[in-house]
């Protein structure tokens, strides 16, 4: 329910929307459709036109916001975000939206990705006598746009802009305009969408959809959005780079309802479960899928292979933070926690496991052992998309090399680590044949780099990964 | 996540152990497989032998229990309660399972179904000086047991069954016994297990997977079981009368990878999809559940059919209780909560919508209309059950007779009030097909009260449908 | 600030309304006025004449109660209840006022004092079938209630208050009436007054000066008040016994601006200070009392000494129930908690410390030392009451015969154990002198058991001392 | 308890601590006993040698800290801070201390006092790019350290110092120094200790006698103390000015049981009433003093006077921060509050009511009626200092000019005002007389702006009046 069960993890989500009465409700409604992108914690800054109001809180959307509070967020202009749960991550300080206030006026930004040379930028600003109130990357941009030396948001964030490398979804926000920025490469998805007269931006289009809101088009790379009561207006802050937008979203982080650059989530990852039954068949009497990203592909697995598609195991949505784990003995003696096998099913059956993707292979295992546990004759797992071979530095908190199992282990070492009867994986070509992104469009790259080690953009030796400590 | 999204509400879960040393961690992951069963309160009472301890709140599972509340419920026994949450309920005082002290010594007792003669008794009870502390039916058994002037725990018990009628499923424990119940027609389901040396009961299967245990056997209508330091001891306290188990456990309540009566849920209900698509084939693109109790039928539509399965909406998993209802302006301008449609994979469709029952009909009314709002060409409704248009007196909170729509429509007329382009039933004996018991097992009746109107007990003028207030 | 700094504790404080249409409100302001004779838990029930709603909980009164839940408790007649803080006391259960619901109607209980004979009482019902749902003695009242065969309550509860020995003031309400009871010595305080048309009742006449309300006259040993919306009405349910009046409520438990029996708490103590003043004089320079009860008897010891009254030590009032204790090597180093001395008042002084009465005697020798250590030339120490011998039976928490110093101690040695110079109680001539109940009143008489033993009603075998674990 | 009755409030209380190895928990009963300077929030932070950890929130001491939480700040060195309850404070953000990330190692400042040239120097801060994370004052200085381009935190912390105007006692703290600084007039009083090897610093000396320090000296005007493992050094920051030190410390605000400047808070009191009483003298028959406070001067009133000293009102100790305000009407009915009378004390009798200061007024209006109304023959109220006629900018929050009763009103028209019979203050001589620095002390000034009017610093047009919005 509130965590996947894999090591793998979205960094945020960004929700804006301009024009709207009750502006505050309508990001409350998009952050929750949002909420699998992060769930450490919430906020929302909103604008009445002559000052900025704030709210966040560490936890689920449910959890930091109630009626009275967004009753206090009166405004037209709201920019919001979820955070994703890291171990180490500053708790209520780096909360995001990060929000400033001064003499001339207020500040609101929220962030989606990484930036590559945040360290470089905050150690030369730290030089200059600035003050950082987080540890987020995200406060780089704010600085920069205090020390620009121009006068208007535009320019401060041009500028500012100009500064940053690596992977950006920005939204910012004062009193009277709202403002949203891509990275040059568009490496995180970003959608606009319009609600009546009210313009909505947010990270997935499953937000749009639980709002009422109709899809326009995407933010492009390098695109700078400024949105205030006199409409829309695009402008440029950097010539495109290639587009290369995440891969994983289409595998793995994005909800199956919203559509990426066009493409519908379920879809996609159907396709990528044909693929997979194409490229690597095998004789079985049930498909199944890991709850819940995985059942998407277990179905277009079944349908290509005609075997027939089971709830072979079951997810138990109350599982939350506050679940108590059960202790060593316990767990030996077989206590389950986040999934159960359904016995019924798998019993005495060949059972084919699709799995979306691999970290560091440990789930993997442990569920190939309870579908053994449970009675199942073989068990035959199929990875819907390539092996991860290397670190991510626009985002997606990875483990590092040394974890990921298919960095240090060829395909049999993996199969044999994990039990199972047969191990493949969806080769690259037949990645992006599923997801289809190269019939669809036109600019149709995308970021291949946890598979292939390809990095769009720069990476410095102290490129800091999403969520170590700072 | 936390309430299924129809009017149609399973009473609670019982949980019991005796003969493990961490009898109280036990029972507790054996609720957490429970919740589904309820969501308002929780408790566990344990016995150490000597001395019987208690915990228990509002809340779900997780809510009412943390670590150190678990450290000191030390004991050998266990019973726990889950119980589904009413408006007028009577709150904490009504959380299971009632917990008794006295001079010489304590009593818990825990309950799954409904009491048809609970008021009569009452009132005698009360006549002759007996304090009540809850509102629930379940309280009576209590008084039963200590006034019947028996010296055992056994013969008090048998004593005090003697006088109920209708649907239960007890678990009662003292310092030194645990004992477990079921009426005379084994209206509600109850399993029992092996864990090690020790015994497990519960209301589903799927609580024994969960904590590693065996499967043993169910629990005879009619039969009483005493479990203690020396082993289990099975006696009739009644004679049974017909198996009447619970259809609707198998459409609706217990979880997929429950078996109930030896036969798995998921299977059923796919096979009840199957018979649907035999008995109300349609032309139709594609085939869509509503999540995520018609999940499995619908995937037994899909294949019995040849038409593909897809997600054709999404369930917000965190929508939970204290999700901020939209305002009415909010949702005439189509703010979504519990589900999302899945545009991308509707749009321009013929859809076939497999939901497992009906109630009052107003969720399949705002799906249809969702389907519809989401481009869907065509939206034919089928339900892998039959009408229910009778009320539910053994502890499922189905509405009144007044407000069940099949009680006073045809189903031309609910096509119409839903919008659908066609609907259609499943028939009581496609359903008894499906289920399967017939062919599975010797004494294989079912009740289909809600369906037919014949109940399998006396029901009496005062008869307190469940969640009535008192 | 919450708790005073001796182990001497009043059970818990009775108020009541009845004919007021803020009753809850009216009730709550009472119970803070009497939140010094208990902090454990406080309760509110009220009528409005057809039901009675009730809304209790562990801790102060501003932590149970807010302003919605005063809201909820619309009605015209109230009772209220502040508990004392005891270890074993069984929590929230047995937080008062009791309240029972029966298809016939509501019952709610009050009580401050302790039975003599509960454990008989219970004993006897519980052998009959009685389910009791706490620990305390009041409880045994409700069953009596029930089981009296009587009809009315005003039978019912004269029927059960006949069975009853020991101390108690009651508060009893249905839907339609509130009843008062006072036990046959009046060994607990309780008195009635006028608020417009409405009655009230109150364990301390503070309550009254809170509310505004004006003061009639007390509540007489064996004398049962039936209030309704027909006025008071007096009836006895039992012969007065000598009037027995608990002599600490004098010395230390009432508030010093409540009159108890028409005699100000300020002016006795203030009289017992003169009084010890003449019966145990010494030459000093400074006098000095305990905080917060024994300032009183200071400043009357100083007026009629000479000797100027000073502040030689301040109470931490920030020390609350989370109050976090001191290691004992930061204790060793001389980190306070409770009070701290007046280094500029003291240095150099020879000190007359006022205390009112002495139980173990570790406080009393930790201010000693602690006076010492801030430079106190002497410190001379001085009790204005007599030496407390004996435990209580009536609802106070004395320590046991054991604990009691002055029970295993001469004068001289319980000098020498607290570091004093010299030490000197107040004679029990002089506690009545002090007192000058035999002046003002007609049935004059008060409790001195605790001093001397003679106790006014039976003490049998089992009687449980007020909060020892049942 | 928690707030006193008047408009009249202290900014903050300051404690400090270097080398002892449980720094935080001294920090914490330092605290606490400087509780009653502010309630809004506490924190603390503490060095080990290597790094900072802070811990801070809003409500009092003991609801911000708990065992766990004190666990977890390790460390030789710490400062803590309360701070007052604004309206319009700016919330958690603002609670002290104040605390400081940067690559290059943590910054804390805890400050007592104002700044009467903030408002310039972050306007001057802003315009180069400076974000300042709260709305205080004390943010100020920690932009001038990291803007100095000095090396040393004490070369910092002078140049940082110089360019501040107004009253302030700081403490600052890196991972290997504390310091602390006064002002040049020495507005605000601040004291140093030993505790063992360690030194403490702390607003009031009853912080020392809580934790068993000894009192060293008063930090002195303009000095600077550096303090680490290498002892304690002394330096000047800038050339002292004339002592100045807020004679409302005197009368109102320390602890009875501190020494400011050398001198004890209760003896002052006591001399300023017993002066009170030769200025203002009266026939009457008890002297009674508004609680806490002005309990001291009405001691020494009555001492001086020969009238008897009595409790005429008590404080109702748990009234705190969530009690419920009574309705309008129920006030009219009488329902009291903070104070309550003692009537069996004042009844019929010629009160002389003394109180320390008045600010509105309307305190003092509700007190000598509510002493009419428990029957008090005649009011005399005599105030300890003299009329409070102009606002403070040095960190008290008097109100404005506007709603000082004194600065629009002759005595005559404030004795009409509160009904009462006279009314008279204390002079300016005879508070000066009173407190007795001139005797006692070398450099005796002492600030009575609020008084006379006249400022010992310079006030700027723009200068921010405490808690003001900013």
């Given amino acids: 329910m509130f965590t996947e069960i894999k090591g793998l993890n979205e960094e945020c989500g960004v ?19 949002l909420q699998h992108r992060g769930q450490e914690g919430a906020g929302i800054v909103v604008s009445d036109g002559n000052k900025l109001s704030a709210h966040k809180g560490l936890g689920l959307v449910n959890d930091v916001f109630n009626q009275d509070v967004l009753r206090n967020l009166q405004g037209k202009g709201a920019i919001g975000h979820v955070r994703y749960a890291t171990a180490g991550g500053g708790g209520y300080a780096n909360v995001q939206p990060l929000y400033f206030n001064s003499q001339k006026g207020g500040l609101a930004i929220a962030h989606n990705g990484n930036l590559v040379n945040a ?15 987080s540890t987020s990357d995200t406060e780089v941009l704010a600085h920069l746009i205090k020390r620009s030396g121009y006068y208007t948001l535009e320019e401060q964030l041009k500028n500012g802009l100009s500064s940053l490398k690596g992977a950006y979804a920005f939204a910012v926000m004062n009193e009277r305009q709202l403002m949203v920025a891509l990275d040059p490469n568009g490496l995180r998805p970003l959608s606009i969408g319009r609600l009546g ?3 909505v931006v947010a990270s997935e289009t499953c937000a749009f959809d639980i709002i009422g809101a109709t899809y326009e088009r995407e933010v492009m790379p390098g695109e700078l959005l400024i949105i205030d009561d006199t409409g829309l207006r695009s402008e440029r802050f950097v010539s495109p780079g290639n587009r290369a937008i995440c891969s994983m979203e289409y595998v793995y982080f994005a909800r199956p309802d919203s559509n990426v650059d066009t493409i519908n989530i379920h879809t996609a990852r159907k396709n990528l479960g044909k693929q997979l039954a194409i490229e690597a068949p095998v004789e079985a009497d049930v498909v199944t899928g890991v709850p819940d990203s995985s059942i998407s592909a277990a179905i277009g697995y079944a349908e290509q ?20 784990q059960p202790s060593q003995e316990l767990r030996e003696q077989g206590v389950k926690m986040k999934l159960s096998p359904v016995r019924g099913v798998v019993e005495g059956k060949r059972v084919v496991m699709i799995d979306d993707s691999i970290v560091r292979g440990t789930t993997s295992r442990r569920i190939v052992h309870m579908l053994r546990d449970a009675g199942a004759a073989e068990v035959h797992v199929r990875i819907s998309s390539p092996p991860i071979k290397h670190p991510c530095f626009y ?9 990921l199992i298919a960095s240090n282990h060829s395909i049999e070492e993996m199969r044999e680590i994990m039990g199972a009867d047969s191990l493949a994986f969806l080769s690259t070509e037949g990645l992006k044949a599923g997801i289809g992104r190269s019939e669809a469009m036109h600019n149709c790259g995308q970021c291949l780099a946890c598979f292939t080690g390809e990095y769009p ?9 999403p969520h170590a400590k700072v």
């Fill in 119 to 133: 360290n470089h930028l905050k150690h030369q600003l730290e030089a200059q006598g600035s003050i950082f109130q």
């Fill in 305 to 324: 292979s005609g075997i027939p598609y089971e709830l072979g195991m079951i997810k138990n949505r109350y599982v939350g933070r506050t679940f108590i």
């Fill in 15 to 33: 929700f804006a929307v301009w024009g709207h009465k009750e502006a505050a409700q309508i990001t409350y409604y998009g952050l929750h459709s």
């Fill in 457 to 465: 953009t720069e990476i410095y030796a102290d490129t800091v990964h």
């Fill in 395 to 403: 985002g997606i908190d990875t483990s590092t090399t040394e974890e």
């Fill in 197 to 199: 007269d009210a313009y």
